[in-house]
């Protein structure tokens, strides 16, 4: 019994006061470390922001450049004739007293610029010939006119015309389709057309293509590149 008391009495336990800086040098060491981890966090966040606003400038940037080429190439392709296309000199954009005839002879036949009535031509097909004074307003404002000119009204080729323009005029295009009649007459025997030397005409402000047959494709492209272009300046 006495030796047991002996080993009992060697084991001494270590003081508390021993053991507490062990405990705060490993608390400190933790909280070193979330702060450390914190601040890396916060830095990656900012990397990413930093990231995404770069890719979304570029982005941007990109768009513009797309949406500037996009607009130089319309440009471009306005700028450009149709394949068979005549460009006539402006004439002006006079307007005269309805049903007097233009002061000026006109440079193309049909006319493509000049002296012309207040009042338009109404847009879509026209069964009877109008004055070419009424068309050249259709022109100024935006419009293409189409002329088809034939001896014995050629039913078959106002059928293919009337076809092209169709879907133009239900989309609100601005579009006319006119006769072309020579040998039409009014008052004292005044001739308001002229032969325009082919089956077709195909007219915009200072444009004019004759064609010999229907070509669907080329009307379809003359009119993309001429309608809804404003022509009233400068005056003349």
């Not at 400038?57 to 471009?76: I, M, Q």
């Not at 006319?111 to 069964?127: D, F």
Request: glycine fraction near 8%; hydrophobic fraction near 40%; proline fraction near 7%.
């Amino acid at each position: 019994m006495a030796k047991r008391n002996r080993s009992a009495q060697q084991v001494k336990p270590v003081p508390a006061g021993k053991r507490t800086p062990v405990l705060a040098k490993e608390s400190g060491a933790t909280a070193k470390e979330a702060t450390v981890s914190r601040k890396e966090q916060l830095r990656a966040a900012a990397a990413a922001k930093r990231r995404r606003q770069t890719l979304l400038l570029s982005g941007a940037g990109a768009l513009v450049v797309v949406l500037a080429l996009v607009l130089v190439g319309v440009g471009w392709a306005r700028s450009r004739p149709v394949v068979g296309e005549q460009v006539f000199p402006s004439q002006g954009n006079l307007h005269i007293a309805l049903g007097s005839v233009s002061p000026v002879t006109y440079n193309s036949i049909p006319p493509t610029s000049g002296p012309h009535y207040e009042n338009l031509a109404a847009w879509g097909i026209q069964t009877e010939p109008v004055r070419y004074e009424h068309l050249i307003h259709n022109l100024e404002d935006g419009g293409v006119v189409i002329y088809y000119q034939c001896a014995d009204g050629c039913p078959a080729l106002v059928a293919e015309l009337e076809a092209v323009v169709e879907p133009f005029l239900r989309a609100g295009r601005r579009v006319v389709l006119a006769r072309n009649d020579p040998t039409w007459t009014i008052g004292s025997g005044y001739t308001p057309h002229q032969d325009m030397g082919a089956p077709i005409a195909l007219t915009a402000w200072r444009r004019l293509l004759l064609m010999d047959t229907v070509d669907a494709a080329t009307i379809g492209t003359f009119i993309e590149r001429y309608e809804g272009i404003d022509n009233h300046r400068p005056r003349g």
